[in-house]
Each structure stands twice: as C-alpha cells, then as structure tokens.
C-alpha cells in the first residue's frame, strides 16, 4: 500500500515534470535541450601507452600485467595502447569528426606525480595535459576530466592502496594539484570513475588490478576511503577554488538497471537491494545523508555478526564525516551499458559482498548481444534508471559519463549505430517526457582501445584503430557520421522513437 502510494505520487510528479519540460522544449521529444554536452569518453590507461616515458611512475594496471600477462587476453596491456600520448592531436581531430562539444577523458596519476606523492611532480606529464586541454578549448570542446580512472600509483599500492584511509589524503593532495595546474580552464571535473568497480580490485584477482583476493572485506574498506577521499575534494573545492574557478564537481558511479524477474514484493525488494548495495553504497551518503543505505548497513552488519566477527565488514563514518559527506557533489556521473534481470537468492561464498546483497543476477539470453558477455542491448532499461536515478536522488542533475557499444571492430557498425540511436532515443525521452534533469552524454567510447584484461578483441570505439598498424590511424567507422549528424543537428532520427 505504501509503496504503491509512492508510486501514484511519483508519477504525478514524472506528470508535472513532463508538462514543464515539453513546454520547454515545445514538445520536441527528438531534441536536445539546449547547452546539452554531447561527446565522447576514455580513459588514460587504455589510450595513453608511453607507460615509462617522460617520468611517469607505474601504476598498478602497468604492475598487474607485467606480473601477470596471462590475467589479460593475449597477454596484451596498455604500454602503447592508442598512443594518445603522442597522438593527442588526433584524438582531438576524431573529436571535431563527430561535432563532439565536450571530451571526458582521464589524467593518469602517476603521469603527474611518479610516486604519488607530491615529492615529484613531473613537468612532462603537466605539460602532456596542459596540452589536450588547450587544443580542446581552441577547438571549442569541453574538458571534463576524470582525476581516476582506476590507474593508482603502484607506490601507493605498497601501502595497501584503497583499503588504506590514508589515500583520503594523498587523493586530495592530487586534487590540490589538478586544480591549481588546470582548474583555470577546467570546468567539469569527477573525482573517481565506477568506486564500484575499483573495489572490486580489492574483492577478487584476475581481472581488476590490483588484483587483491579480499571479497567481502577489501571492497567495503576501498569503497569506504573512497568515499572519504571524493567528499573531502569536493569540500576543497568548495572552500578554496570554487569562488574564482567556478566549475562543477561530481563522481561517476556505474549501474545497469535492474529489472526485478517478478513484480511482487520479495522480487521488487530484491530489485531496490541491488540498487543500494551498487549505486547506494555511493550516491546514498554522498547525495542524501552522508551514511550507508539503511539496507546495506543492516545486512552487512548481520552477515559479519554470524560470521562470528568482532566487528563489521563494512566501517562506519564518524559523525563529523557524515557532515562532510553529505551533499558533496553538483552533479551525478552514471556510467550504464545495459539490463540485468534480478531475484531474491543467494550467490558468492563467505564473505563476499554478492551474498550480502541477497541478489541473483543473470540476463536475458534473448536480448541482442555484443562482443562484451556483459553487454546486451536493452534500451527501455536506460530510461527506467534515469528515472529511478532521478526519483530517488531529487535536485541532483545527471550527466551520461558512460554508454556505449562493443563489437569486433567492424568498420560497417550497424549494431553500434542502433545501439546509439535507440539509446539516446530513451536519453531523450527521459529529458522530454519524463522530466528528468539531464546535463550530458558522452559516448563510450571515441576510438577502440585497451578493455582492461579484456585486452584489444572488445572494440568500444566511434573510430577504429588497427592496433598492428605502424602509425595507429583513428579510421572512422560508419558510427562516426551517425554520431556526428545527431551530435551537429541536436536531434536523433525519428525511426529510433517507435
Ligand atoms: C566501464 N560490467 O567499465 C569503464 O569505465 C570503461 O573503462 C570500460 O572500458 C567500459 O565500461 C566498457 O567496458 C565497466 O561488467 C566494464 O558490468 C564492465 C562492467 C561495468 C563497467
């Protein structure tokens, strides 16, 4: 009763909403809203290479693969990639290709500081950045930078990395750096791309560096500090560079949406655990109340009681964080490729934080798929979590940092440029009619490159880059011009609104 309430309000509310903005847009669902960024993404460690060159210190991505070649497919890394780091130029090129108005890409840790400490600051890298940056204002594309990108100095992995609560302030340090060095034409920054994901270097080995065997218990300690460390570089910026840089600081959380298998109760709570345990973990005490979801934090202290632990898996903010965190970020990043289908149940052993979800997840085999076993092609999702996103984070706007579609690499990309079309049709429906205050989209990704251990077989990218080629040409794929007329023309094609 209660929740069927919430949703008879919630939908007058969508109602209302719908009203004002197709009176804003008079009524064009097609377009984008005026000054909406429309752009592409990537990220330092997959394009970048010259992974020793110029100064730069290792990371923990050029540390895992060298390790361990056989964690990424072929053996294959990041040591040449695109090469952006001496192709910058092209990149930005592909950019104008496809009438991009704003760039999301990454700055790479240990490029600016080696050891990742402030004992070092490499000129080079600064200069590498000051570089993108500028040719992006000349070319007048927006700079939205990501500080991390996954790519944490090994240095600091020797510490303990995430788990350890003194990155808060070796973070923030950075953060200090990046906005003195490039604040000044910088306007749209994210602190930490997918926490989710990151901890899960903490949660598992194999696949996310820095591959540390400690699930249930690592990934809550690195989200944790995480979370610490962004709150903490946004209240630096609010209190010592907001009043003459005036720019935006927000973080990039990752989420599919989830669609419960059944529409009763114990399958819809399912379906909100999972949305908390992912997305909440985060977005809860960064955007509403500066704590953990109710749910999450109940769960995980029950599980680590019964394990017979003296003491929580998951830590507690001290009161004074609480005030800290709550309300630091102007905008919410999401980053979201597809469905995932969810029911009550148990999966993942003792600890892990699989099983203190109480979620099974798993897809729908009939769903168009990809080259990614993740990835299937299901746009309606999109839409709903915009709006759940929406619902439950009101007064928060929402920039796409992340979507997009992986293939073999084929030049003819038919299945990217419906994904795209059907995609942002959805995008803008959820502008259009459901209200939804939405700032931006950048498309994952502008070329192909490194899929993580995935290696080079994933391709992401609007252009494609032959990675045997001696000269690492950015080649245009059929995409490219479909992005470019929606991206030039604000407008998606009325075959993608059936
Ligand atoms: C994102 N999943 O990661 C990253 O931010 C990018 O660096 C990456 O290249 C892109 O997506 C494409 O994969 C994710 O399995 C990768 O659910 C996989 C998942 C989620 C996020």
New binding site residues.
């Given amino acids: 009763m209660v929740r069927y309430a919430a949703a008879v309000l919630w939908a007058l509310a969508a109602a209302a909403a719908a009203t004002a903005a197709a009176v804003a847009n008079s009524g064009a669902v097609n377009k984008f809203p005026d000054g909406f960024l429309l752009g592409a ?1 990537s ?1 330092a460690y ?1 394009i970048e290479g010259a992974w020793n060159e110029d100064g730069k210190g290792e990371n923990i991505w050029d540390h895992m693969f060298h390790e361990h070649p056989e964690y990424a497919h072929n053996g294959e890394n990041g040591d040449v990639a695109c090469d952006s780091y001496h192709k910058y130029a092209e990149d930005v090129e592909a950019l104008k290709g496809i009438g991009a108005t704003a760039y999301r890409f990454s700055i790479s840790w240990s490029r600016v500081l080696p050891t990742g400490d402030l004992d070092v600051i490499n000129q080079a890298g600064i200069d590498y950045y000051n570089n993108i940056i500028n040719l992006l204002l000349e070319n007048g594309i927006e700079p939205m930078v990501t500080m991390y ?2 790519d944490l100095p090994q240095a600091l992995q020797y510490i303990g990395g995430w788990p350890n609560p003194l990155m808060v302030d070796y973070f923030v340090e950075y953060a200090r750096l990046l906005f003195d060095t490039f604040g000044d034409r910088v306007k749209w920054w994210t602190t930490i ?2 926490p989710y ?1 990151v901890a899960c270097g903490y949660s598992s080995s194999g696949w996310q560096a820095p591959s540390q065997n400690a699930p249930g218990i690592g990934n809550y300690l690195a989200a944790h500090t995480m979370i610490r460390a962004h709150a903490r570089v946004y209240r630096l910026y609010e209190q010592e560079y907001r009043a003459t840089q005036n720019g935006k600081v927000g973080i ?1 959380l ?1 989420s ?1 949406w989830y669609e419960p298998a059944e529409d009763t109760d114990s399958y819809l709570e399912a379906q909100e655990r999972m949305f908390q345990f992912q997305l909440g973990l985060y977005a809860h005490p960064i955007l509403l109340d500066g704590d953990y979801p109710a749910v999450v934090r109940q769960r995980v202290d029950n599980n680590s009681a019964a394990e017979g632990r003296p003491r929580s898996r998951l830590p507690s903010f001290t009161e004074e964080e609480k005030q800290y965190i709550k309300g630091s970020a102007d905008f919410i990043g999401i ?1 979201t ?2 469905t995932t289908i969810v029911e009550p149940g148990d999966s993942g052993g003792v600890p892990s934080f699989e099983l203190d979800t109480g979620v099974i997840r798993y897809q729908n085999e009939s769903w168009p798929g990809s080259s ?1 076993s ?2 299937k092609v299901v746009p309606w999702g999109f839409r709903k979590l915009l709006n759940w996103m929406s619902n439950e984070y009101p007064g928060y706007p929402i920039v796409v940092t ?1 979507n ?1 579609y ?1 293939d073999w690499g084929e030049l003819d990309d038919q299945r990217r440029i419906d994904y795209y079309g059907s995609y942002l049709a959805e995008l803008l429906k959820a502008i259009n009619e459901d209200g939804v205050n939405i700032l931006g989209y950048m498309a ?2 502008i070329m192909d ?1 490194l ?2 251990a ?1 290696g080079y077989e ?1 391709r ?1 990218g609007i252009y494609r880059v032959d990675f045997n080629s001696t000269d690492l040409a950015r080649i245009p794929k059929a995409s490219a011009s479909f992005m470019g007329d929606i991206f030039r023309n604000k407008t998606v094609p009325d075959e993608y609104f059936q």
């Fill in positions: 993404a990220a997959q990108h996954w791309n997918e994901i990039a990752n599919d980053n490729y597809t990614a993740w990835l992340e997009g992986g994952w990704s490159n899929e993580w995935s994933l992401f």
